[in-house]
């Protein structure tokens, strides 16, 4: 691994956007299972996720990064199954 994967990997920011991410990637497509719904309490669930998934997860003062991540993989889900927000 070179030294920039290994930084990419071990920076608790970039670790919260990638895991908001993949979350909200994997939420779209769960959601557009169900006759192409969509997620409407975007906020509270984002909040309740970052609570479940604890400290360890997502270090404190990256809530953002998880946040933006997480946008951002719901938006590409939900246009990779054809849902429009």
């Known amino acids: 691994m070179d030294q920039s994967a290994q930084s990419e990997d071990t920076d608790p920011a970039q670790k919260s956007f990638s ?11 769960t959601f ?3 006759n192409n719904s969509r997620l409407g309490f975007l906020g509270q669930f984002m909040q309740d996720t970052i609570g479940a998934l604890g400290s360890s997860v997502i270090a ?4 953002e ?21």
């Open 32 to 34: 557009a299972s169900y």
């Open 60 to 63: 404190p003062g990256t809530e």
């Open 19 to 29: 895991k908001g991410y993949s979350d909200g990637l994997s939420t779209a497509k």
């Open 65 to 85: 990064n998880y946040k933006q991540g997480f946008i951002q993989g719901l938006a590409e889900g939900e246009a990779a199954s054809g849902v429009e927000r």
